[in-house]
């Protein structure tokens, strides 16, 4: 399970950045193929309730190592547990010796079995839950919308902080696998709380709108926005050295400065602070990377604002 969404500041020809990737450098599982009625599992119990996974023509290994396509890092699941084969119309399961073993509507598979998966399949690791969801089954796209409410931020309509913890763990994980280069960024725009008492709440949530669009109009698809805080944004870049981050950052700080801010009859200018954390073996956990790129926007802040540090 991984996950990603948007393309650079300025152009699509920006997203490359320095050393940046080319825009179909991968789809992550967790996002979300509009419209396509491609099999997938959609978790039902567990700590990422709601995840629906896209299931590709191919092998899936499950379990809780971090080598394995999905990862479920839940109690009683095996680093690595079971696999999931997909050929065309034919889907099938098979236990690869886990310790307490992969159970399909309630019967638990013996050590070498491949049992075929039918629509509606649910299947139990541990402490997790899934439902398997044949293509073309009409209940996929029930369960895309409900996975956007649970992942959507609904006043900029952009990934939430839920979304960017599980999209953190996945590329956390394939970076101690071997380093591709991920950057993350942590956008506040600056003096929000004056912008609110002065211009108004009303005005205050277009700036977040507003702001929102722009970096999601120059994010790649395979990166990801989410909405971090209150006025702060969360921007995960993948395959992309310290070098790129820190311009697209500055290409982004300056688009903002440089944009006109206007509702209702008022006007005024709008900046953001940006910090940016580029990820070494040495952070070691999502939580570290995240505390590194609040240091590095703390010190943008304490710098005067409107500026980029890392």
């Not at 629906?52 to 109690?75: N, Q």
């Not at 307490?100 to 649910?122: E, H, I, P």
């Not at 994980?173 to 960024?185: D, M, V």
């Not at 290409?251 to 200018?269: A, I, N, S």
Request: hydrophobic share 40%.
């Amino acid at each position: 399970m991984r996950a990603m969404l948007q393309t650079a500041v300025g152009s699509p020809d920006t997203a490359r950045m320095a050393d940046g990737p080319n825009d179909n450098t991968r789809t992550l599982q967790l996002e979300m193929p509009r419209g396509e009625g491609g099999a997938c599992l959609v978790q039902i119990r567990g700590p990422h309730l709601g995840h629906r996974i896209p299931l590709a023509d191919g092998e899936h290994k499950l379990g809780r190592s971090s080598t394995c396509h999905i990862v479920v890092p839940t109690e009683g699941v095996s680093r690595q547990h079971c696999v999931i084969k997909v050929e065309g119309a034919r889907v099938t399961i098979e236990d690869v010796g886990s310790k307490n073993g992969t159970w399909v509507n309630g019967d638990r598979l013996a050590r070498g079995d491949c049992v075929r998966l039918a629509n509606g399949a649910v299947l139990h690791l541990g402490d997790a839950s899934f439902k398997f969801v044949g293509a073309g089954d009409a209940e996929a796209s029930y369960h895309e919308a409900v996975y956007r409410m649970l992942t959507e931020d609904a006043l900029t309509q952009v990934k939430n902080r839920r979304f960017l913890a599980d999209v953190l763990e996945r590329e956390v994980a394939r970076e101690h696998r071997g380093s591709s280069g991920l950057a993350l960024l942590l956008v506040d725009v600056d003096e929000f709380k004056r912008i609110n008492d002065e211009s108004g709440h009303v005005f205050g949530d277009y700036v977040l709108r507003e702001i929102a669009a722009l970096i999601a109009r120059s994010t790649r698809r395979t990166d990801c926005l989410a909405r971090y805080g209150g006025d702060e944004f969360a921007i995960v870049l993948t395959e992309t050295s310290r070098a790129g981050a820190e311009i697209f950052g500055e290409r982004l700080r300056g688009q903002v400065e440089h944009m006109r801010f206007e509702l209702d009859g008022k006007t005024r200018p709008v900046t953001v602070s940006i910090g940016v954390a580029h990820w070494a073996s040495d952070i070691g956990t999502p939580e570290a990377f995240l505390n590194a790129a609040d240091v590095a926007l703390y010190a943008a802040k304490a710098a005067g604002r409107n500026r980029v540090a890392s």
